[in-house]
């Protein structure tokens, strides 16, 4: 086997780890549903010129083939390709590239071979698809991006063979193409299994910026063939080294190498909990693990983190004891309550205490696949209790632990996500733990341990009913409130001058709040890619957080990550939150539109978390006029079509007084959606009943069509009521719109009809005995009311 600088590479991949950058070469020992190995280019070729009746004379290549054939049957040929390329089985030498040091796979092929291969029981890594993760530089995770599309992905995802189509997405998508080429010069690549054809791709990427700066080295396999030796000077040419194998060959090569995984064979009989969760599974190491902080830090504000759950200054509240008999009586327990109420706290807690026997795991953030291979793992375990912060972020980990007789769940989330969460998992009410509530005795607790007095915070508390505990220790701690301290820090960094300076402070300071707002921690690569144009290196970067490290912080989150790059969060979810309702709207909205320029998708830590909020129209109607807003949503839509986006345009637009504008929006995503998505139904029928409450009306006969409409989205709200489990949500729309109907159009045919159902459904839920978040009970209570006077009236 030839293998050029074969010390060099070993080197490299010791201090680096290495990427694979993968071809129609790599799959030929996997297998399809037919027991077929997975056809090569002109395979398929023949095989799709002959089922779609094409022209043998004309010498199509695979490129025009599909070309051709996706012009009138794409459906039909989408689906042949799933059949063609979905692995049933593959050769078990596989299985090495899961012990091999990897950081980043992409892949031109749209097989699930590699997703297969790291799904294994054997396996003790897992594959994130960043097209739906983003980065995500966890421990034992591997990031894999897809760059022809995938048999994995929906129906209607579009796959392609064609080079033209892969050349068209990195000038269409210029945030893939950096991201891709980035990911590639950071450590040394073998490019495996490609092809002549394929050519124009490795040009790109090897011109490409990224690879220019950095100077890494690059390997390509050539299979051992005479008539492959006349392209090896090409590749040369391109900078390439040279490896002359067999796919398996090669493997068999990397599978013996030092740089190999090796198993952890300590005697420990709960090893491979440890093995495979290290930074989760609850034990003596993982409690000794971490830097050890002041505990002053925790007091100011800072998200908790094990060294605080550990220390004996950090005091358990009355909550503790309450929670832990809800725990052990039941299977699924929900700690929910206002931001800042210490949840996460209380959550911790709990998973690091010595009251609960069993098999412990904490997770902070958890995605599918570690859920799927956590099941498999404590199989035979029937004592374990998995403790999930952030329930709104992780939902698809929930999707897949519930289904467990064995395992215990407890979830920590705000009482303002109950609505959404709710519809995943079925929940009594005695199983629901809200800490909002404070009382006296638990600030008592708290002063004392920190040495301070108790009067001040209890009169705080009595003059501010939903004052959060973080804010009351913030308080105690600082002598100051979370609001006015941000303002002074605001005013500090607009004002801050230093000549070194490339970033502008209040401009990183906004970034990290955004993606916090967010729930993701602001990655450097993010950075790097956001200040791309200002900076010479991660440097510039550093030097600008050093000035603010004390509010903007390393996130816990990502402390299980193997520490390539930093993770930077606001040092608490409320205080991105209030910090990002202080900064100047002119602030925010270059930074929403540099993001969008700059920051590619696949770039994002946990993009799956990060697009449920990055879109907010909670946050555009501040940053942006109706123009710039119409701009930011249109550029949005270039890349990403979903009926979410058009969700967000509308609301957007609806809270600029745009109705008939955000019409169109809401009318499309609700059609694209299938009127299957009961939040864009919620809002068709909101923006319907506004648009027409505020239409004017000539004759009768327009009076009646312009009631008939507006029944519409009654009838709508109707239905969500009916088929969603949010019920609360659309009760609450609907009673605002009965009222708002009488108010405009008194007694008519309709409105007894509005007044009653209201009515109706406002009573089975008040008398449900389910958990109602306060402020929601509050209003649905008061609507009651309001509407028990207008049925008396009328």
């Given at each position: 086997m030839r293998f050029d600088k074969e010390t060099l590479f070993k080197e490299l991949v010791r201090k680096h780890g290495m990427n694979l950058f993968l071809g129609a070469g790599f799959s030929v020992y996997a297998f399809n549903g037919d027991e077929e190995s997975l056809p090569l280019g002109n395979d398929i070729n023949e095989t799709l010129i002959n089922l779609f009746a094409l022209d043998k004379n004309r010498n199509f290549n695979l490129s025009k083939t599909c070309q051709k054939i996706k012009k009138d049957n794409e459906g039909m040929l989408e689906k042949v390709l799933k059949e063609k390329y979905t692995v049933k089985s593959f050769d078990r030498e596989y299985m090495t590239i899961t012990k091999l040091p990897l950081k980043n796979i992409v892949t031109i092929n749209i097989d699930n071979l590699l997703e297969k291969i790291f799904d294994d029981q054997e396996s003790s890594v897992n594959i994130s698809d960043a097209a739906v993760y983003g980065t995500l530089e966890k421990e034992k995770v591997v990031n894999l991006y897809k760059l022809h599309g995938s048999v994995t992905y929906p129906l209607g995802t579009k796959m392609s063979f064609t080079e033209k189509e892969l050349t068209d997405l990195f000038i269409r998508n210029k945030g893939l193409f950096e991201?891709?080429?980035?990911?590639?010069?950071?450590?040394?690549?073998?490019?495996?299994?490609?092809?002549?054809?394929?050519?124009?791709?490795?040009?790109?990427?090897?011109?490409?910026?990224?690879?220019?700066?950095?100077?890494?080295?690059?390997?390509?396999?050539?299979?051992?063939?005479?008539?492959?030796?006349?392209?090896?000077?090409?590749?040369?040419?391109?900078?390439?080294?040279?490896?002359?194998?067999?796919?398996?060959?090669?493997?068999?090569?990397?599978?013996?190498?030092?740089?190999?995984?090796?198993?952890?064979?300590?005697?420990?009989?709960?090893?491979?909990?440890?093995?495979?969760?290290?930074?989760?599974?609850?034990?003596?190491?993982?409690k000794r693990s971490g830097v050890r902080r002041p505990v002053v830090d925790f007091f100011a504000g800072a998200e908790p983190q094990i060294s605080d759950i550990m220390s004996n200054n950090v005091c358990r509240i009355s909550y503790f004891s309450n929670t832990l008999e809800t725990i052990l009586s039941g299977n699924i327990t929900l700690i929910t309550g206002i931001p800042g109420c210490g949840k996460s706290t209380l959550l911790m807690q709990l998973a690091f205490s010595s009251e609960m026997d069993g098999r412990k795991f904490w997770f902070n953030s958890i995605i599918k696949q570690e859920a799927e291979r956590l099941i498999k793992l404590v199989e035979a375990d029937d004592n374990v209790i998995v403790f999930i912060d952030n329930l709104y972020n992780n939902i698809d980990a929930l999707q897949v632990l519930k289904g467990a007789k064995n395992i215990k769940l407890v979830v920590a989330e705000r009482a303002l996500n109950y609505e959404y969460v709710k519809r995943f998992f079925s929940i009594s009410s005695d199983r629901i733990v809200d800490i909002s509530n404070l009382?006296?005795?638990?600030?008592?607790?708290?002063?004392?341990?920190?040495?301070?007095?108790?009067?001040?915070?209890?009169?705080?508390?009595?003059?501010?009913?939903?004052?959060?505990?973080?804010?009351?220790?913030?308080?105690?701690?600082?002598?100051?409130?979370?609001?006015?301290?941000?303002?002074?820090?605001?005013?500090?960094?607009?004002?801050?001058?230093?000549?070194?300076?490339?970033?502008?402070?209040?401009?990183?300071?906004?970034?990290?709040?955004?993606?916090?707002?967010?729930?993701?921690?602001?990655?450097?690569?993010?950075?790097?890619?956001?200040?791309?144009?200002?900076?010479?290196?991660?440097?510039?970067?550093?030097?600008?957080?050093?000035?603010?490290?004390?509010?903007?912080?390393?996130?816990?989150?990502?402390?299980?990550?193997?520490?390539?790059?930093?993770?930077?969060?606001?040092?608490?979810?409320?205080?991105?939150?209030?910090?990002?309702?202080?900064?100047?709207?002119?602030?925010?909205?270059?930074?929403?539109?540099?993001?969008?320029?700059?920051?590619?998708?696949?770039?994002?830590?946990?993009?799956?978390?990060?697009?449920?909020?990055?879109?907010?129209?909670?946050?555009?109607?501040?940053?942006?006029?109706?123009?710039?807003?119409?701009?930011?949503?249109?550029?949005?839509?270039?890349?990403?079509?979903?009926?979410?986006?058009?969700?967000?345009?509308?609301?957007?637009?609806?809270?600029?007084?745009?109705?008939?504008?955000?019409?169109?929006?809401?009318?499309?995503?609700?059609?694209?959606?299938?009127?299957?998505?009961?939040?864009?139904?919620?809002?068709?029928?909101?923006?319907?009943?506004?648009?027409?409450?505020?239409?004017?009306?000539?004759?009768?006969?327009?009076?009646?069509?312009?009631?008939?409409?507006?029944?519409?989205?009654?009838?709508?709200?109707?239905?969500?009521?009916?088929?969603?489990?949010?019920?609360?949500?659309?009760?609450?729309?609907?009673?605002?719109?009965?009222?708002?109907?009488?108010?405009?159009?008194?007694?008519?045919?309709?409105?007894?009809?509005?007044?009653?159902?209201?009515?109706?459904?406002?009573?089975?839920?008040?008398?449900?005995?389910?958990?109602?978040?306060?402020?929601?009970?509050?209003?649905?209570?008061?609507?009651?009311?309001?509407?028990?006077?207008?049925?008396?009236?009328?």
């Open positions: 991201t891709v080429s980035f990911k590639l010069s950071v450590a040394p690549t073998i490019f495996w299994g490609t092809s002549l054809y394929d050519n124009n791709t490795l040009e790109l990427i090897c011109n490409s910026e990224a690879y220019s700066k950095s100077e890494m080295q690059k390997w390509i396999v050539v299979y051992p063939d005479e008539k492959n030796k006349e392209y090896i000077e090409d590749f040369e040419d391109l900078g390439f080294n040279i490896i002359e194998a067999d796919t398996k060959e090669l493997i068999n090569y990397l599978g013996n190498q030092s740089f190999v995984r090796q198993s952890n064979n300590k005697k420990y009989i709960y090893k491979e909990y440890r093995e495979k969760f290290p930074s989760n599974f609850v034990c003596n190491e993982l009382n006296s005795g638990d600030i008592q607790i708290i002063c004392k341990s920190m040495n301070r007095s108790s009067a001040d915070a209890i009169e705080l508390m009595r003059n501010n009913e939903n004052i959060s505990l973080l804010e009351i220790v913030f308080f105690v701690s600082t002598s100051a409130l979370i609001k006015e301290r941000i303002k002074r820090y605001i005013s500090d960094l607009i004002n801050f001058t230093d000549k070194n300076l490339k970033i502008d402070l209040l401009e990183i300071f906004t970034l990290v709040n955004y993606t916090s707002y967010c729930g993701v921690p602001c990655s450097m690569d993010m950075m790097y890619f956001y200040f791309n144009e200002d900076i010479d290196s991660y440097e510039d970067i550093l030097y600008a957080l050093e000035k603010m490290n004390k509010i903007i912080v390393e996130s816990t989150e990502t402390n299980t990550c193997e520490q390539d790059q930093n993770y930077m969060v606001m040092r608490s979810k409320l205080f991105s939150e209030k910090s990002l309702s202080l900064v100047d709207n002119k602030t925010i909205a270059h930074v929403l539109n540099r993001f969008l320029e700059n920051v590619s998708a696949q770039i994002i830590y946990r993009y799956d978390i990060f697009k449920r909020r990055a879109y907010d129209a909670d946050i555009t109607k501040r940053a942006f006029d109706i123009g710039d807003g119409i701009k930011f949503y249109e550029k949005i839509l270039e890349n990403n079509q979903s009926p979410y986006i058009r969700h967000q345009y509308a609301l957007f637009l609806q809270r600029k007084n745009e109705y008939e504008l955000a019409w169109e929006q809401i009318d499309q995503a609700y059609t694209e959606s299938k009127k299957r998505i009961f939040s864009i139904a919620n809002t068709h029928a909101i923006i319907m009943f506004e648009k027409n409450m505020r239409s004017k009306f000539n004759a009768e006969n327009e009076l009646s069509l312009l009631k008939s409409t507006i029944e519409k989205s009654f009838l709508t709200l109707e239905y969500c009521i009916t088929q969603d489990v949010r019920v609360n949500y659309h009760v609450l729309t609907y009673s605002r719109n009965a009222i708002r109907y009488y108010e405009k159009f008194g007694l008519d045919e309709y409105t007894s009809q509005y007044i009653e159902s209201a009515l109706n459904q406002l009573g089975i839920i008040l008398t449900s005995g389910e958990y109602i978040f306060r402020g929601t009970l509050k209003e649905l209570v008061n609507l009651q009311r309001e509407l028990n006077e207008i049925k008396n009236i009328i």
